[in-house]
């Protein structure tokens, strides 16, 4: 079961928007709404910005915001700041049962 | 307050046996599944596997099923990842996190342990 396709690296200015895509299959993304995204800071234990596509957990910043068309979902930041920089990781529910996650995409801001 | 605090920082050598653990505190620790979380150095998050403490039902990624040993004492809230002979390949940060169902998120993380397997 191969990991879920995201860009390796997404940069962008201060103040702007940025996408982070990722890509499955019918037998993940497309099958389910299960879709999560973490943050992970370096030497820090990821952290869950947005579940079940769309949602945010409480205390999350709704400058975060996720969609899913098909077999790709997105993450998009808005009004993009110093400390959004780090790496984001999607993941999904599988048809056998079990969790897959993307390769991470970094986040740099300029 | 809602805490998973795994065990410390373990080095090895190949071919020795290891356990670490990830005890649950300030939830009801039987009514989460716990799941275990492979990063190697520089490189992805890769899902292991999970454990319903209240039943022990286990679920293994394939990529894992063999590999390693995840349990649980719900005795004292504590789920356990486990090797009988390690590999230099099982170099790696281990995280534990917990979900409400199967399908649900992972929305507390444990801080890591950090396994060094030398040969």
């Known amino acids: 079961q191969s990991a879920l396709t995201q860009p390796a690296s997404v940069s962008g200015s201060p103040g702007q928007s940025i996408t982070i895509s990722c890509t499955g299959t019918s037998g993940d993304i497309g099958g389910y709404k299960f879709v999560s995204w973490y943050q992970q800071h370096p030497g820090k234990a990821p952290k869950l910005m947005i579940y079940?596509?769309?949602y945010r957990p409480s205390g999350v910043s709704n400058r975060f915001s996720g969609s899913k068309s098909g077999n790709t979902a997105s993450l998009t930041i808005s009004g993009l700041q110093a400390e959004d920089e780090a790496v984001y990781y999607c993941s999904s529910f599988t048809s056998s049962s079990t969790v897959i996650f993307g390769g991470g995409t970094k986040v740099t801001v300029l | 307050e809602v805490q998973l605090v795994q065990s410390g920082a373990e080095v090895k050598k190949s071919g020795e046996s290891l356990k670490i653990s990830c005890k649950g505190s300030g939830y009801s620790f039987t009514t989460y599944w716990i799941a275990w979380v492979r990063q190697m150095p520089g490189k992805g998050l890769e899902w292991m596997g999970i454990?319903?403490?209240?039943?022990?039902?286990?679920r293994y990624s394939p990529l894992f099923q063999g590999q390693v040993t995840i349990s649980a004492d719900k005795s004292i809230s504590t789920a356990y990842l486990q090797w009988t002979s390690l590999k230099a390949s099982d170099t790696a940060m281990y995280y534990c996190a917990r979900l409400r169902f199967l399908e649900s998120p992972a929305d507390f993380w444990g801080q890591g342990t950090l396994v060094t397997v030398s040969s």
């Open positions: 454990i319903y403490p209240r039943d022990s039902d286990t």
């Open positions: 079940d596509v769309n």
